[in-house]
């Protein structure tokens, strides 16, 4: 499955960005999606994920400001980002996997497919 992501841009601390993340090739219905970020210096971590059944995780920073969802339909998971913070600047990637289990879905390294990312850019 091919995996992009957008979406991304600069926006004022406080404000909102939706990014989206399109499948390609196959359905993305039985996949587990995860968001993931990477800022200049840093170690890519672990942001949101959805699972088939629609049950969502998240980072604790992230929590109550990002959710997460998904469009079968439409192919499409979804990251909304409310009450953005300048530390939430970052390439947010979106990853997929058929066969994560649920220990593993924060990790980046158990994820077989990647998308492109997009730069999300939050000024104070």
């Known amino acids: 499955v091919q995996l992009q992501a957008c979406g991304g841009g600069l926006v004022q601390a406080g404000g909102s960005l939706r990014l989206s993340c399109s499948a390609s090739?196959?359905?993305?219905?039985?996949?587990?999606v995860g968001w993931f970020r990477q800022a200049p210096g840093k170690e890519r971590e672990f942001v949101a994920a959805?699972?088939?059944?629609?049950?969502?995780y998240y980072a604790d920073s992230e929590k109550g400001r990002f959710t997460i969802s998904r469009d079968n339909a439409k192919n499409t998971v979804y990251l909304q980002m409310n009450s953005l913070k300048p530390e939430d600047t970052a390439v947010y990637y979106c990853?997929?996997?058929?066969?994560?289990?649920?220990?593993?879905?924060?990790?980046?390294?158990?994820?077989?497919?990647w998308g492109q990312g997009t730069l999300v850019t939050v000024s104070s």
């Open positions: 990853a997929a996997d058929q066969s994560i289990i649920m220990t593993s879905i924060r990790s980046a390294q158990y994820y077989d497919f």
């Open positions: 090739g196959r359905s993305f219905s039985s996949y587990v």
């Open positions: 959805i699972r088939r059944g629609g049950a969502t």
